[in-house]
């Protein structure tokens, strides 16, 4: 995202990385607060140098629909909701604080060319080829392995 300023021509304040377009912006009490196209929401304090910092208020699944839930226990009173999805993303939620601790991907999306799904197959919404759409996840404790089904088969 770029930031300009406009006096009879637009110069250049600041640049920041985000991880997809912004959908939405609003600045309040010093305050930048973005919605992003990955479902995402930043924030991050105002600044003219555009130095500050983003935080990651929060996140969820973004293009299709959320297909794999599953619940881990992790021990000492702790679990862990663990959801997949059409957008080729895993998150690993806390359940007490509500917020995603990890995130992961259902298949490698540098190579994934966009393919029609098999006759069959689980319908979609989504805009990812059918190897980057999760159907289904599966944690074994005993083995300590997450196991992920996708929508080629």
């Known amino acids: ?5 406009f006096n009879g021509a637009l110069q250049t ?3 920041i990385q ?3 377009a912004p959908r939405s912006i609003d600045l309040y009490d ?3 607060l973005l919605g992003l196209k990955t479902g995402s929401i930043v924030e991050m304090p105002f600044s003219n140098n555009g130095k500050a910092k983003l935080n990651r208020v929060m996140t ?8 794999g839930l599953d619940v881990i226990e992790i021990g000492k009173g702790q679990s862990r909701v663990i959801t997949s999805a059409d957008d080729n993303r895993l998150l690993a939620y ?3 604080s509500k917020f ?4 992961g991907q259902v298949h490698d999306s540098t190579n994934a060319k966009k393919t029609k799904a098999k006759r069959g197959g689980a ?5 990812t080829p059918p190897q980057c759409q999760s159907r289904a996840v599966a944690w074994s404790s005993r083995l300590g392995h997450l196991a992920v089904a996708n929508n080629k088969g």
């Open 1 to 5: 995202m770029t930031v300009y300023k």
């Open 13 to 15: 304040l600041w640049k």
């Open 18 to 20: 985000l991880e997809g």
């Open 30 to 32: 010093g305050t930048i």
């Open 60 to 67: 969820s699944h973004c293009d299709g629909e959320v297909w």
């Open 94 to 96: 806390d359940v007490k």
């Open 100 to 103: 995603a601790l990890a995130e």
């Open 123 to 127: 319908s979609t919404m989504a805009s």
